[in-house]
């Protein structure tokens, strides 16, 4: 993964289904990113600009789907697109809402081949986007067990729709993010439930059941990144959530997240979201649900 590509921390936490981000914006302004969740991405009157899906490019007309895989870079650009109207409707849901054992079921074969395919990008024909606009628009309408089970029905219409395109050539290399390890599990468990205290390198190698010197190199070894930037990456995703969910100054949000001032969150912050806390909560402005 290129280091240019920001790793995207998204605000939907393990006790969420699925999250849906609704927005009328101007432009696209969000850099280049790939993040764990899968992300159905629904764009109506942006022709004219630029999509970035893996290693494939296109400029996009006035009505698209796209479904993205977990760790795949992507992300649309206002290039040539003169309207001031752009609307875009976000869904993400988790790698794991339908585990690996439920897809071997004969039934759900079709999601699991379109989950397959989803790792290079997958973009909808537009009779199919006809054919379930209503539904997805409407999604934000439903509520609880009914939301789950009409983004369940969503997904198998689009697995066995017709005319789909899958983008990248070559799909990134994904196999650095399955962990697979149970120590790695508890830490993660671990900093995610102590977020917002102090944290150290020996309290997390003690969950581990390992000397600090050796969990700082499995730690890096299994995930690519040091404890204090695993540790970032949680807490920035919480804070996140708590810029799209509350109106908690930043502050104040800094401090609920285990920063220990707001010059660090700040900066820590647009390193790895690619914007300002301020910018990222007037990015999600419009409808915002988590089921």
């Known amino acids: 993964m290129s280091n240019n590509i920001i790793r995207e921390i998204t605000p939907l936490t393990q006790s969420d289904c699925f999250t849906l981000f609704s927005r009328v914006k101007k432009e696209f302004d969000f850099p280049l990113h790939y993040h764990e969740e899968y992300e159905l991405n629904f764009i109506i009157n942006a022709p004219g600009a630029r999509r970035i899906v893996g290693d494939h490019i296109d400029v996009i007309g006035d009505l698209e789907l796209v479904l993205i895989g977990p760790n795949l870079s992507h992300a649309w650009f206002t290039h040539q697109c003169t309207s001031g109207k752009i609307q875009e409707l976000t869904i993400q849901f988790h790698k794991e809402l339908l585990d690996d054992r439920l897809l071997k079921r004969n039934q759900l074969s079709f999601i699991r081949n379109m989950f397959d395919r989803a790792q290079s990008g997958i973009l909808f024909s537009r009779e199919t ?11 934000d309408k439903k509520t609880g067990f009914d939301s789950v089970l009409e983004l369940f029905s969503i997904l198998h ?16 290399d994904n196999s650095q993010f399955n962990y697979n390890s149970r120590r790695i599990e508890k830490a993660f468990e671990y900093m995610n ?15 581990a059941n390992m000397p600090e010197s050796s969990f700082s190199r499995f730690i890096r070894a299994r995930t690519g990144k040091t404890f204090i930037d695993s540790l970032n990456d949680i807490r920035i995703g919480h804070s996140s959530r708590m810029l799209i969910d509350t109106t908690q100054t930043a502050a104040e949000i800094a401090y609920n997240c285990g920063f220990n001032n707001i010059s660090n969150f700040n900066r820590i912050f647009k390193k790895k979201k690619g914007c300002t806390p301020k910018e990222f909560r007037k990015s999600f402005s419009g409808t915002r649900i988590f089921i």
């Open 193 to 207: 439930t102590n977020y917002a205290k102090s944290i150290s390198l020996a309290d997390v190698s003690k969950v």
């Open 157 to 172: 219409d689009l697995s066995i729709s017709k005319d789909m395109k899958t983008l990248s050539d070559s799909a990134f």
């Open 129 to 139: 986007v006809h054919q379930l606009k209503d539904r997805i628009l409407g999604l």
